[in-house]
């Protein structure tokens, strides 16, 4: 071995790194409760069409809708059902539930409840003017009557134009969030009470 030069030192052997082996990530299947949920869901969704489609007839549901044409302008209800989508759909059964959520915390003026609520929480300009108008024309002097019918109101239009525009009812939001958070008995209450009168909506307290 030949002699290393003063305060030399003896150089260590690169270390060689194994190759690293590529890691394949398997996607874990949904928890057992998770599916039971989505399946009674999709049970409970089925179920209140079957219902629905027994139990209201079309004559009411559109009576009910048509009410609509009571509170809002032209102007406004021909912006929102001439663009109709499952989206605007979804948009209206989110802002409903947050006003039959949370109407115990509004205290804005009569004609301000369901602006103050969907300008708070969610909702695009249409939308917001759709609820203020319901808001504002709707009768009611008390402020939780109030909220409560316009609520039930945007849920009506929800299902009724969904059905004019021929959506399937089980991928209409607002029908399903009534079914899945109130029952199939609720969807037919909120459709007859709606084709008589909406003042009369307020009345249909979240279950």
């Known amino acids: 071995m030949p002699a290393l030069p003063l305060g030399g030192r003896v150089k260590k ?6 190759p690293r082996e590529k890691r394949v990530e398997f996607k874990s ?12 869901r999709k049970r409970l969704v089925k179920e209140a069409v079957d ?5 209201v007839e079309k004559d009411a549901l559109a009576a009910a809708t048509d009410r609509a044409c009571d509170y809002v302008s032209s ?3 021909s912006k929102l059902t001439g663009n109709w989508s499952g989206k605007r759909c979804g948009t209206l059964a989110g802002l409903a539930r ?7 915390q509004v ?9 103050y609520v969907v300008g708070f929480l969610r909702g695009g300009r249409l939308e917001r003017a759709f609820a203020e108008e319901i808001a504002s024309r ?13 609520a039930r109101g945007l849920q009506i239009v929800g299902i009724g134009v969904c059905c004019m525009q021929g959506y399937d009812l089980s991928r209409c939001a607002c029908f399903v969030d009534v079914a899945k958070e109130e029952g199939k008995a609720q969807l037919k209450r909120l459709i007859l009470t709606g084709a008589e009168d909406w003042v009369a909506l307020h009345s ?3 279950r």
């Open 13 to 18: 052997p690169a270390k060689t790194r194994a």
């Open 29 to 40: 299947p949904p928890p057992a409760r998770a599916r039971k949920r989505e399946e009674r």
């Open 51 to 55: 219902y629905f489609d027994t139990a």
């Open 75 to 77: 102007a406004t209800w």
């Open 98 to 104: 947050d006003i039959l959520e949370g109407k115990d």
């Open 107 to 115: 205290h804005a003026g009569v004609g301000r409840i369901a602006g």
């Open 138 to 150: 709707i009768p009611l002097p008390v402020l939780d009557e109030q909220a409560t019918a316009t």
């Open 204 to 206: 249909l307290r979240p």
